[in-house]
């Protein structure tokens, strides 16, 4: 008697069409059996987004972006993250995912507003002797000036582009003094100019969500500053594929996890707040400084 590997082989042989798709077994069906293909797979792409309801640059022609600044899309939101280590629990990519959702959500609220790529090499410690996050595989870090340099031209092509207000947004700490010192030195070389820069220090203010997760009952130890309860919580609505559940484990400063924290509290619901709060008070102080600041 034959094994039952040995009888599906054998049937395999037996049956060379067996398991084909018509236009497999028929040469002269294959062309029709493509077209069937390609109509199907067409017709359960996703729609494609309308232009006009677009805030990615990356997403938009140039006619496109053109035809926005025209309606009054002047303003371009700058969004830097980083590649950096967030513990053996969250991906490299944190800041990333993070600020591309966060700069979208605040163009939108803005409703004048395009999203610029995220910048995902920032610094992040010297790189000899490795020092910061560098001592963890996968970092990437550049020098302070370097980042700002990019900033700087990435604004200076906007400006010329014809955006009137330029917002940089930093998602992680050691962003926020090259960004503020970009939008200090433009501003001055600009003033007689129609375009500012705007350096936006509320989003990366945390305060008012550490102050609401401690009237959640959350403590400042659990909370952390790196990798704890609310950064994994700040990344779980955006993209909750990034956080592996069953590495979470709390952390020390200098200890070997590079957690400084405890994210094993972390949950969406969490998430959700921090990041309203932070959308929110960018929102605010955009809106703000683009009232106030003068320009010709």
């Known amino acids: 008697m034959l094994e039952d590997g040995m009888i599906q082989e054998d049937f395999a042989n037996q049956n060379p069409c067996r398991g084909q798709r018509?236009?497999?077994?028929?040469?002269?069906?294959?062309?029709?059996?493509?077209?069937?293909?390609?109509a199907l797979l067409w017709a359960q792409a996703p729609p494609a987004l309308e232009?006009?309801?677009?805030?990615?640059l990356e997403e938009?022609?140039?006619?496109?972006?053109?035809?926005?600044?025209?309606?009054?899309?002047?303003?371009v939101i700058i969004p830097t993250g980083g590649t950096e280590q967030n513990g053996p629990h969250m991906v490299l990519g944190k800041h990333n995912f993070r600020v591309k959702f966060t700069s979208g959500e605040i163009a939108?609220?803005?409703?004048?507003?395009?999203?610029?790529?995220?910048?995902?090499y920032v610094p992040e410690g010297s790189i000899n002797p490795p020092s910061g996050h560098m001592r963890f595989p996968g970092t990437i870090s550049i020098p302070e000036e370097y980042f700002a340099k990019v900033v700087e031209y990435a604004a200076r092509s906007f400006e010329v582009n014809g955006f009137r207000d330029i917002v940089l947004l930093g998602d992680s700490g050691p962003n926020q003094a090259p960004l503020k010192m970009v939008a200090g030195n433009?501003?001055?070389?600009?003033a007689s100019r129609a375009t500012?820069?705007?350096?936006?220090?509320?989003?990366?203010?945390?305060?008012?969500?550490?102050?609401w997760l401690k009237s959640q009952g959350v403590g400042g130890d659990a909370i952390g500053r790196h990798a704890g309860l609310s950064d994994t919580s700040l990344l779980l609505p955006v993209y909750p594929a990034g956080v592996r559940r069953d590495k979470l484990a709390p952390?020390?400063?200098?200890?070997?996890?590079g957690v400084v924290g405890d994210p094993r509290g972390a949950s969406a619901a969490f998430?959700?707040?921090?990041?309203?709060?932070?959308?929110?008070?960018?929102?605010?102080?955009i809106r703000e400084l683009r009232r106030r600041e003068p320009r010709r």
């Open 22 to 38: 018509p236009w497999e077994r028929e040469p002269g069906m294959r062309l029709a059996g493509i077209i069937f293909m390609a």
């Open 51 to 56: 232009a006009q309801d677009a805030v990615s």
């Open 60 to 75: 938009l022609t140039w006619t496109e972006v053109r035809d926005a600044l025209a309606r009054g899309k002047t303003t």
């Open 108 to 120: 939108r609220r803005l409703g004048d507003a395009l999203v610029a790529p995220v910048m995902a």
């Open 186 to 190: 433009l501003n001055r070389e600009w």
């Open 196 to 211: 500012r820069v705007h350096y936006i220090a509320a989003y990366y203010d945390d305060s008012r969500f550490v102050a």
């Open 251 to 257: 952390g020390n400063p200098g200890g070997a996890s």
């Open 271 to 285: 998430g959700e707040k921090g990041l309203s709060l932070a959308i929110t008070a960018a929102v605010d102080q």
